[in-house]
């Protein structure tokens, strides 16, 4: 079992920032690939951004220049820098993360964390 936490969602005004963390936790396992996505009331689950064990990153084309991806391998932390958010960007945020262990793959979900975003 490997748990998954998302912290940082809020409340912001359009055209402000705020940093998402996910953080990975277990015993006897290695992190893969990890991703953000996010799903607004009413609408589907979209991928927002996915960042490779050896950091090449992926975006959605309606957050690349706004949003930036990473992560700290040794911490199994990943983060989502959200700058320009739009009120378009209210949506739970969902973290994910792909995870080896000896017993075998897998992937697993955090809860989410909600980003609201007024005009």
């Known amino acids: 079992q490997v748990r998954v936490v998302e912290s940082g969602g809020g409340l912001v005004q359009a055209g402000g920032s705020l940093r998402l963390s996910c953080a990975a936790s277990g015993s006897n396992f290695a992190v893969g690939a990890m991703g953000w996505s996010r799903q607004a009331p009413g609408q589907q689950r979209e991928l927002v951004a996915s960042?490779?064990?050896?950091?090449?990153?992926n975006y959605a084309d309606f957050v690349k220049g706004r949003f930036t991806i990473s992560r700290d391998n040794a911490k199994n932390t990943m983060y989502l820098q959200m700058n320009s958010l739009k009120p378009g960007d209210t949506a739970v945020y969902y973290c994910?993360?792909?995870?080896?262990?000896?017993?075998?793959?897998?992937?697993?979900w955090g809860q989410g964390t909600q980003v609201t975003v007024s005009s």
């Open positions: 994910n993360v792909e995870w080896r262990r000896s017993g075998g793959n897998g992937s697993s």
């Open positions: 960042i490779t064990s050896g950091g090449s990153t």
